[in-house]
């Protein structure tokens, strides 16, 4: 069984279903849809065109939907759109997009500790770690399996790859490769992110290729265009290094390195 406390403020257009537990002084705004059996603890605001899906459980004083901060707001209907199984931790930001038609996106079976932010237009994957007071500004995409540490800043437009991982403190000012361990201020490209890779069930094959391919791309003093050549000339073609290349020269801000 459901329970909304009688504290809650709900606007009667809301969808809530029978089945979500809905904590004390919590405000729903009219354009809210919310999934089964989700559960807001207390002191949670949602507004905006915010769409929520299933079984997500969202911790005291979080707000996810609410207007954009982003200056170049100029009206119109822009949207929050979330998946399952989310968690999202105390004071927690997610804003709605800047321009009318656009979306913020976040994913499924995310970890979001207290304090992280989520700018317009972001797009987060699924099963990502952001930890505490982790900021990722407008138009930041970020793959599955990533993990952010905590006080990271990601640079508007900047990419986080899959299994990736920044670490804390870290400025992020160009893209994080798939796979790899980025920290610094501002952020350099490390290492493989071995631990991230073996709890992920990537093959000693790939890793092997990985590791190969980190020292063509960013320790043998190549460009990443020619690092890139290397890659695809000498080492197996397998998923992990075809996406690796694919996000490399696919990159718009450049590559840390």
Request: net charge neutral; aromatic share 6%; with cysteine.
């Amino acid at each position: 069984m459901g329970f909304i406390h009688s504290s809650t403020v709900i606007h009667p257009k809301a969808q809530i279903p029978l089945d979500c537990h809905i904590g004390p002084y919590c405000v729903i705004g009219e354009h809210v849809v919310i999934g089964e059996r989700c559960q807001l603890h207390s002191h949670v605001v949602i507004d905006g065109h915010t769409i929520l899906g299933r079984e997500n459980e969202i911790f005291p004083f979080a707000s996810i939907g609410l207007k954009t901060q982003d200056l170049k707001w100029k009206g119109g209907t822009t949207r929050t759109q979330i998946g399952d199984g989310n968690t999202f931790r105390e004071y927690v930001t997610v804003n709605s997009a800047t321009s009318d038609g656009e979306v913020t996106l976040v994913g499924s079976h995310n970890h979001v500790l207290a304090y992280c932010h989520m700018a317009h237009n972001v797009n987060l994957g699924n099963h990502v770690i952001m930890s505490n007071v982790a900021t990722l500004a407008g138009h930041v995409l970020v793959e599955d399996y990533a993990v952010i540490g905590g006080l990271a800043a990601v640079h508007q437009f900047c990419r986080i790859g899959t299994m990736s991982i920044v670490g804390g403190c870290s400025k992020v000012v160009q893209d994080v490769p798939p796979y790899m361990l980025a920290d610094g201020n501002p952020a350099e490209t490390r290492t493989i992110n071995k631990v991230g890779l073996e709890r992920n069930g990537v093959s000693e094959e790939a890793q092997g290729a990985l590791k190969q391919a980190f020292k063509m791309l960013f320790r043998e003093g190549l460009t990443i265009s020619k690092g890139l050549d290397r890659i695809e000339s000498e080492l197996p073609q397998l998923p992990e290094i075809r996406h690796l290349v694919q996000f490399a020269r696919s990159s718009k801000r450049g590559i840390s390195k």
